[in-house]
């Protein structure tokens, strides 16, 4: 069976830092870029960051340049955003994503749950 789960999600202040984890299993996540996406309460679905599979590439939003970062740890099989200076407008349900890459499963995708991060005073 197929899961991304999500977790780390939460009430935190404007200024603070939060950290999410996706954990992966049911397939073998080096074959898997992974990334992060958030959607607002009316506004469409946005990619915020992704990863190569050996996590040497990363792309990032133009809106958290500088304040997230994308990372992975294959043997944990756990893709991770820290984001720090977090703003009002970084409220949203945030989403992980594997991508596959590998011959063997390159066009296969997978979505998970989701996790609430709020920002607010």
């Known amino acids: 069976q197929v899961q991304l789960v999500e977790s780390g999600g939460g009430l935190v202040q404007p200024g603070e830092s939060l950290k999410l984890s996706c954990v992966i299993s049911?397939?073998?996540?080096?074959?898997?870029?992974m990334s992060w996406y958030r959607q607002a309460p009316g506004k469409e679905r946005e990619l915020v960051a992704d990863?190569?599979?050996?996590?040497?590439?990363?792309n990032y939003a133009d809106s958290v340049k500088g304040r997230f970062t994308i990372s992975r740890d294959n043997p944990k099989k756990t893709v991770y955003l820290q984001m720090n200076s977090l703003k009002p407008e970084d409220t949203a349900v945030y989403y992980c994503?594997?991508?596959?890459?590998?011959?063997?499963?390159?066009?296969?995708?997978?979505w998970g749950k989701g996790t609430l991060v709020t920002i607010s005073s």
């Open positions: 994503r594997a991508d596959g890459r590998a011959p063997g499963v390159r066009g296969m995708s997978f």
């Open positions: 049911g397939f073998t996540f080096i074959n898997y870029a």
């Open positions: 990863i190569s599979t050996l996590g040497t590439i990363t």
